[in-house]
Structures are given as C-alpha cells and as structure tokens.
C-alpha cells in the first residue's frame, strides 16, 4: 500500500473492514463548475481493488461529469486523481488509457464485420513482414476473454453475429486488453434483457478477481444491489452516501439518491392546476386510445394502457425499458408488434408512421438532429413538411403558396414562441429548444387526435422546456391525448395526469402523480411498485 | 451575423441573402460563368457572336433537359446513371418505330418517351421496394438500356426525315433553335415543380432528412419513384431533341452522357455530402458552363483529348471556387 491512500482515512466514511484492499482509484477534493453552476463540489470517489463499486443518482447528479473527468473529457478545476496511488493527470481520453483508466460506454465501439479477434486488436495488430500476425491478435483476443471466464466464444466470430451481451462483453475484453486499473461501465445493462444481464454479471464477478477496480454506472438499484460491493451516491454534485452494499437496502439507496426531494409531490398542494381538467372520455366511455396486450419484439410484453382524450399520460421507465417501444409501435415505426390499438374505439392497424399519421397520431421523436428536423431547411418548410397539402393556393390546385406557407407557419410558430426573425434561417443554425419548438409546430400545423412523444425536452433549455411544457398542456386541454415516454421523474410528475410505468417490458405500476412522491415513482421504475396495474392484475 | 439574416438555400428562403458572403454562394457560379464567357469573348473572335450563342444553345439542350431529372434525382441524395442509355433507347425506338415500321412520327417520338419513362419508373421501384442503392441499380439499367438499344439499331444506324424530329433544330422562333426553347420551357417548369409542388419539397425534405421524412408521414418511396420515372421522362424528351438534332441515329448516341449531367449538377453547386441543397437554374449554369468550354476548345482548334482535360481543369476550378465561396457561410 502507498502511503498516498492514507489520505483516504480522513474521509469520514469508515472503510468497510472486507474491502481493505489497496485503492485502484482515488478521487480527492474534486470540483468542477460550468459557468456558473458547480457541477461537482469537492467530490471524494475511491474505487479498490477487486470490487465493484457502483456510482449512483439523478440525472444531473454529477456522475458523468465525474466520469468524464476520469477519462480525461473534462479538467477538474480542483482536486487530485490517483491511480494505485500515484497522482495522474489526464488530459484526453488516450492519457486516461495509458495512466490505467478503461471506460465501456453504452455506445459500443466494434466493427460487426470484423471478428472478435481482430476487433480486440484493433490498431495495435503485430505484423510480421507488413502482414498481420493472426496468432498474436488471437493470443491477444483470448487472454482478454479468459479475464471475463469466457472461453467458449470463438474468437473468429464476426461481431455482428453476436447476441447484444455477447458484444457488451467483447467491448469490456477490449478495454482490458489493455489492461487498466480501474474499468468504468456506463450503464451496460440498459439495452440489455434479463437473461442477457444475468450473463454480463456471471462475467463481471469472473473479472472482479482479476483485481481491477470496477465502477458501474447505473439507475437500476435492483442490479446495483446483486452485483456491487459498495455504492456511492452523487446528489447535486456532492457525494451524499458511500455504503456497503451488503444490508444496503433499496429503499435506503433511493433515500439517499432523491434526498429531501423524496416526498416531494407535486400536485398535492394544488387542487387547482388545470391537469385533467381536459381529460374525458368519449361517448359511452370509449378511451381515446386503448393498447391492449401490446408486445413488441422481446423488448415489450404484453403491455395494455388507456389514454383518454385530453389526458397527458406519462410513459415513464429506467433507459431500456420498453417505453420508447410501445411510443414507436403506436406510431408504425417498430417491428414485430403484436396486440391491438384501438382510437375511439376502432381497431387501427398502425403499419407505418404514414398509416398512424392518417390516423391522426402525430410523432416527436427523441432523437431530433437524425428524425427530427430538416436541417438544412428554413423554419417554415420544416413546420409545413407534415402537411404541405393545407398550403395549396387553392384546394384543388397542387401548387403551394409562399404565401399561405408562411402564414400557416407563422400561425403555430408564433404560438409556441418561435420568432419571426429567425423563420428564413436554416434549422441547423438555431438552438436545440427552437428546433424542438419547431418540430411541436409541425405537428400544431397538421392537427391531431393523439401525440406520441418521446423525451419532448431533451437536449432542451429551461425556457424552452417551460414552452414545451405549456404547449403540450394547451393541446390536451384542447382535447388531444398525448403520450410522453420520459426517463425523468420530475416531468412525468409535473406534467402528467396518469403515469405508466414500465419495468423489464412491463407495466409495473400505474400512479397517479397527485398522490405520488419522486420515491414512489422512482420505486416503481425499478420494478418495486405499489400502484395498481391497470388491468387490476 | 445578424440574427434575422435570413438563408438562401432550399425553398422557403423568403428573401435573397443580404450579406456578401450569401450573395457570393447564392450568386457565385453565375459570376464565375461570366468570367469565363468574357475570357472566352476576348481570347476568341468567333465565339462572341450570335451565330455561335445559338450552336452553344442548342449543342446544351440534350445535356440540360437530362440534367434537370439527375438534379431531382440528386436532391434525394440519389443518383441516375442511366440516363445517358435511356436517351439513345427513346431515339432509337422513335427512329425505328418511325422509319422501319412507318409509324407517324408524333406517335412514335411518344411511344419512345414512354419506353424511357418505363426505365425511370423501374430505376424508382427497384431501388426502392427493394432497398438497393440507386447507383447499383442505375449502373445496372445503365448496361441493360444502353443494350437495348444497341441490339434495335443492328449494328446499323437509322436516317430520319420527318421533320418533326429536325424542326427541334432548324426552327428558329426569334433566332434562337427551338430545342434550346424546350430546355428553358422545362427548366422553368422543373423550378415550379420543385419549389412549388408537393413532390418538389418533398424531394428537399428526403435529400434533407431522410428518416425525418419518413417520420413526418411523407410518402418517401411512392414520391422517390416518381423522381425517378421524371429523370427517364425527361431522358426521353432528350432522346427526342438528340435525334432531331443529328438526323442520324448510332450507337455511340447518349453515350456518357450521364457524366455530363451528373457534371452540370454538381458544378450547379448542389451538395452530395448532405442532400437536399442545390437549385435547379444553377444546374442550367453548370450545363452552360460546360458547353461554352466545349465549343470553345472546338473553336480554338484543340484536339479532343485536350478538350477533354481542361474540361475537367476547368470544372475543378469551378467547384473549387464555389466551394470556397460557400464555406464561409455559417
């Protein structure tokens, strides 16, 4: 042991007796401050050898801001990294490879055409004569797989033909190969299916004994719990729980996540916010749209909800839980749905965005820069392109009108607050909460019976997110029903009348946010609920 | 930049570009088709002259009518390689339905449209029902097409003498040849139906955003098809204009053709990288550039071969300018 990692005793968390090994990974006094706001207030992090240490909280907590100064993404603005207890200083991502930092991000980084072999070589093959070495690679390939107890995959199997674990695991042989001293795991179950997460475990213990400090990154409690030895938990940027995992309870963790926000409700203390004011139901009690035993791929099973007209309903679950699934199926743009959707009571085939659009479903994806905007178009294109036939010069005449274009554009845009002076500019050049203003307009401009949206304020500032926010409430009030799949607890429980929450590809909970706290809904995600499934099972 | 600065790219741009930068994108390639005529009108006496004006015209025609469909095409982020068998297919169906079989010529010259429209409309539906890429497709009815209509001429050639296929060139309404008419008439046209119609913005907004346009609930592969079947109709009227202006119909006829509407396009300034910008008129720039360039190397004296290389020096230059020209924008 270095006697660096006697600073670690000055930390008021008594180190638990089991875990006495030395400390791969020492974060001392980290700060960080992003304009004006700390996003880290002299945060301590220590990771020891053989463990898996889980790195918890909200979003915005500061773990990834963590994370990125490990890799070298970020400069602390103070405070001491250590590796084995020497100080490092890490620049860019290829310093934190070399000082012994490995991170697997969700996003994998393998070449499906390639095989597991070379993939793990990749850009460090030996050659002999100007010829790869395939024995080295496969040398290389196999004592990294050995790490993880993973000796019956053939190493010349291309990537692509891989289950999604399979792949996870290959991505983490790869960064050991390496061989770092502390790897960090970026939420690498979230695409992942029980089954697939049971063999990424199984893996992972396999690896623990190899001595390499593990920090996992994630928002499912239930794993963090079966799979970690210590937790920490990051709350606004400061570290507000280090514990061992062993008689950690769930309901503690969540404790220490949400903090005084954890019996927070929102809607409580006021009667008379106009939510649900709008929602009723059609003639003789038919929902406006009505899902019933919907299943999509293996991601969803068997999922039923009903959204009535002018209801808000919150499709609300941990990243990976089928909700942007069930969103996709509703508009036609998933394979392999299974079940009914009925609107008004009418079963509807929704078979392609085309044929839900024609039903007068309209669609905001989460994905905005790839599916959402046109980005080298102006404002006003990109607010007619879903309904181009309304600015006709005349009903029966297929020549658009300027015009008329720029008026029915300016009719919505004005509405949800995108201005004037910028409708000519191309949609590339404005701000991500414009264009998202942008793409609400669209679909304010072709008119609907229900809205599906998927994360409608990512990426979005606090202003616009208010606007957003405000148009959505606007249209249900108007009658529309509208779906918003959301991974945050606060927007469902704000926004929403009703909020479904999926766990695993199932409902786990319904909870109606008048009478739910951030814990309750946050329990509920992680498949502890105590709301009432819909369908009284 | 100021904030109401408005863009100049695409439809919808409700006004020009105030800023010299976008007056020198928007304008750049007409600017640099003038620089080029004036040193052409000072280096050369014979080419500044009426007479000569008029050969250019009409010797643009075939290239610039194929090339308002490969600029559709190539706004969808696509590409039409066929066109220049599709034009030697129409001209020789039209020759031989017309002088062998003894049809009217109007009847024929529509029947050979049509063939070319039918190559359009399988370029549009197998690439996309099938999700092939347009340029293996197009390479592939390239060959078919090109084949076709070798086979029909016979190792032969075809004269015509009706005068509905040489009135393209001999009749002149104010001086100017009356194919070179029909290519402004259908640029013109080619300009309404992108900046005005349904399937126009549609073209922009799947060059644009592909997926986002399939999300926005537009008929992305029914109006591909379309842009397509328009790419051989209009390949069909060039194989017309082609036909009326030689006399002669022959194998080599239409033959690499698609390079040179493909060339006229993307000296129009329009981006392949991104899809979805460029403008049509810029397209009858380019296709003008490249056709005084021609005539006059032909004018000068210079053999082919070197005609061919500062050809493509020239277009170089070109591109180069106008892509410099362009990056300043934000």
Known sequence: MTPRASDLSTLEVARPSELANPARLSMLGISKRFGGTPALDNVDFEVAAGEIHALVGQNGAGKSTLMKIVAGDYTPDSGVVMIDGNTVEIRNPRQGLDAGVGIVYQELSLLPNMTIAENISLGREETRLGVVARDAARKMAEKAL???????????????????AQQQIVEIAKVMSYGPRVLVLDEPTAALSLDDTRKLFSALRHLRESGVGIVFVSHRYGEVLEICDRCTVLRNGKVVGRETVAGLTLERLVELTLGELAHR???????????????????GGTPLLRVEHLSVGNTVVDISFHVDRGEMVGLCGLLGSGQSEVARALYGDAPEVRGTVALDGQVVRLSSPRAAAAHGIAFITENRRDEGIFPDLAVVPNVTAASLRESWLAPLVPLLSPRQERARSRKVTDQVGVPRAVEGRRLRLLSGGTQQKVVVARWLAKGSRLLVCIEPTRGVDIGARADIYGQLRDLADKGTGIVIVTTDIEEALVLCDRVVVCFAGHVSAVVDPREATEESLFLAMQGLGQGSDENGR | MAVNSPTLVGPGAPRLGTTTTEQAARFGIVLIAMVIFAVFALTSGPFATVSNMRNILEQVAVIGVVSIGETAVMLTGGIDLSVGSNVLLSSVIMANLNVNHGWPAGLAIVVGILAALLVGLINGVVSTAFGIEPIIVTLGTLLAAGGLGQIWLNNSWITLHSSVFSDVATVMPLGIPLMAWIMVVLYALGAVLLYRTTLGRTVYLIGGNRSGARLAALAVNRRLVAVYALSGLLAGVAGYLDAGQLGIISQNDGTGLQFSAILAVLVGGLSVKTGGIGRVEKTLVGTLIAGM??????????????????????????????????????
Request: glycine share 10%; proline share 7%.
């Open chain 1, 146 to 164: 050995a790490l993880l107890g993973i000796d019956r995959l053939d190493i010349n199997t291309r990537i692509g033909r891989l289950s999604l």
């Open chain 2, 293 to 330: 360039i021609a005539n006059y190397f032909v004018l000068q004296g210079v053999a082919e071969p070197y005609e061919q290389a500062a050809i493509g020096f020239v277009i170089l230059v070109a591109v180069l300018t106008d892509h410099v020209l362009r990056r300043r924008e934000p």
């Open chain 1, 265 to 283: 409700s929102y809607h409580a203390a006021d009667p008379a916010r106009p939510g649900s004011t709008g929602a009723k139901e059609g003639p």
